[in-house]
């Protein structure tokens, strides 16, 4: 089911992203994209996050129908901790993107792969932060994980 949508909804927003519509100069206006031509590409990439949020939607509903509760409210406050952690690393990225772009000319291809390494580390940096800081259960669980799996004496 989530393959079918994906690929329906590609074809929907590439034909929708194609012509001048108001679908296109929203999302134009909306990614900054204005005198950019053909940016239907970026319907591919719209297309396969809405799949796949409803590909999360679909497990999460027959896990309830299979298992009965497993937890919900744990994982919604799981849920909510990693996107007010995620919100404040965009806002932080973006800061960081501005900031470079302030010294770094931004013509050729390594400067701007230069620009978003380094707000891509700040952005890194800054979640690894948070999740230590607020107490993450997920990375206690993801480095207890890597700990036993190349520090272990059996290995």
Known sequence: ISMLANIVLSLLFVALLKSPTIFQKFMSNLLKLQGIERIEIIGLSLALSISGIF??????????????????????????????????????????????????????????????????????????????ALKFPEIETIKSSIVKQFFSKNA
């Open 55 to 132: 590909q999360c939607l679909l497990l999460l509903f027959f896990l309830r129908k299979k298992i009965g509760d497993f937890r919900q409210g744990e994982i919604w406050q799981s849920f909510k901790r990693v996107f007010a952690a995620s919100a404040f690393m965009v806002f932080l990225v973006y800061l960081s993107l501005q900031a470079v772009a302030l010294f770094v000319n931004l013509q050729t291809f390594s400067e701007v792969f230069l620009q978003t390494a380094i707000s891509g580390m700040v952005g890194i940096i800054f979640f690894a932060l948070v999740s230590f």
